[in-house]
């Protein structure tokens, strides 16, 4: 008798510990979501350019409907792309697991990419 409670007893705290669950709710999802996007940001901070080619466009998240959800600006003389095209499909894929998730819905207006240029030696938005 005392073997089998002994064995119950090793089986409830193994399978207690071994099951710890990932923190999974909307709030949690939406701060790591935040801090894939602040590290993106931090990651093209920079933004010192030298003349209109410097200057890039990136195709960031995934709204419900379709298309990225916004677009990043950088510098290219200054950040590295690979790096931030890694950082960039991340976030997106993230965002893209939410939206199923969550059942999310939007508007399915398209977002078109921004103009960038070089002024004044920083790329910025036209």
Known sequence: M????LK???LVFITFFACTKEDISPAADEQKLESL?????AFTKNK?????????V??????????????I??????TDEKQLMEKVNA?????????????RVSTCIAILPPTV??????????
Do not use: Q, W
């Not at 990136?58 to 677009?71: F, I, Q």
């Not at 976030?91 to 059942?103: A, K, Q, V």
């Open 8 to 10: 119950y007893t090793i």
């Open 58 to 71: 990136m195709a960031m998240g995934a709204r419900p409907c379709g298309g990225p959800s916004r677009y």
């Open 91 to 103: 976030y997106t894929s993230l965002e893209n697991e939410l939206n199923i998730r969550y059942n």
């Open 117 to 126: 240029d070089c002024t004044d030696g920083v790329c910025t938005v036209k």
């Open 2 to 5: 005392k073997t089998h409670f």
């Open 48 to 56: 010192s350019c030298a003349g209109g080619n410097d200057c890039k």
């Open 73 to 78: 600006v950088y510098a290219l003389s200054k």
């Open 37 to 41: 996007s602040k590290e993106i940001e």
